[in-house]
Antibody, heavy 116, light 109 residues
Framework: EVQLVESGGGLVQPGGSLRLSCAAS????????IHWVRQAPGKGLVWVSH????????SYADSVKGRFTISRDTAKNTVFLQMSSLRPEDTAIYYC?????????WGQGTLVTVSS | EIVLTQSPGTLSLSPGERATLSCRAS???????LAWYQQKPGQAPRLLIF???TRATGIPDRFSGSGSGTDFTLTISRLEPEDLAVYYC??????????FGQGTKVEIK
């Protein structure tokens, strides 16, 4: 069974940092692109970042560029999202998902709250 | 940057009725890169349709997708109570690579 399990969310003060993890299982991890997509409370889905299958290419939404860094550890079948200089508007559920043109498997999400 | 605009914002229908959801792109896009998702309350999104008209694994045949160019449609032929959800269209293109519409909420009367 394909599984993506996010962890690492929580409450953080503005300007703080947090690292999210996405643990993958049930599929050949090193053949899939992995993405982070977030959803602010009561709002829609917003793509955040991607890393390609071997980690050699990444991209970011303008809203997080320069503050977030995505990476992957093939040995651990895990993708990370290092988030720094967090702002209240980064408050959201962060989902990891896989795919290139579309996203065919999703984790359950992890909630990040940025507030003083 | 391609913008996807979904309409209507909310659709309220009775079980057994047909639901027609629209997704309009700000410029012509390849249908190969247009997908639809269902998000039920409190759950993660689920892929319904990819390449504009191909159902994902396990998706009932009452869900169908169509369209090309700038206009795409998700149709639910006979609504069931469990179809209560928000539906999103999504496109893969360039800069940013992936964009979502703002969603259409389907309510069941």
């Amino acid at each position: 069974e394909v599984q993506l399990v996010e962890s690492g969310g929580g409450l953080v003060q503005p300007g703080g940092s947090l690292r999210l993890s996405c643990a993958a299982s049930g599929f050949t991890f090193n053949t899939y692109w992995i993405h982070w997509v977030r959803q602010a409370p009561g709002k829609g889905l917003v793509w955040v970042s991607h890393v390609n299958s071997d980690g050699s290419s990444t991209s970011y939404a303008d809203s997080v560029k320069g503050r977030f860094t995505i990476s992957r550890d093939t040995a651990k079948n895990t993708v990370f999202l290092q988030m720094s200089s967090l702002r209240p508007e980064d408050t959201a559920i962060y989902y990891c998902t896989r795919g290139v043109n579309y996203f065919d498997a999703w984790g359950q999400g992890t909630l990040v709250t940025v507030s003083s | 940057e391609i913008v996807l605009t979904q309409s209507p914002g909310t659709l309220s229908l009775s079980p057994g009725e047909r639901a027609t959801l629209s997704c309009r792109a700000s410029q012509s896009v390849s249908s190969s890169f247009l997908a639809w998702y269902q998000q039920k309350p409190g759950q993660a999104p689920r892929l319904l349709i990819f390449a504009a008209s191909t159902r994902a694994t396990g998706i009932p045949d009452r869900f169908s997708g169509s369209g090309s160019g700038t206009d795409f449609t998700l149709t639910i032929s006979r609504l069931e109570p469990e179809d209560l959800a928000v539906y999103y269209c999504q496109h893969y293109g360039s800069s940013p690579g992936w964009t979502f519409g703002q969603g259409t909420k389907v309510e069941i009367k």
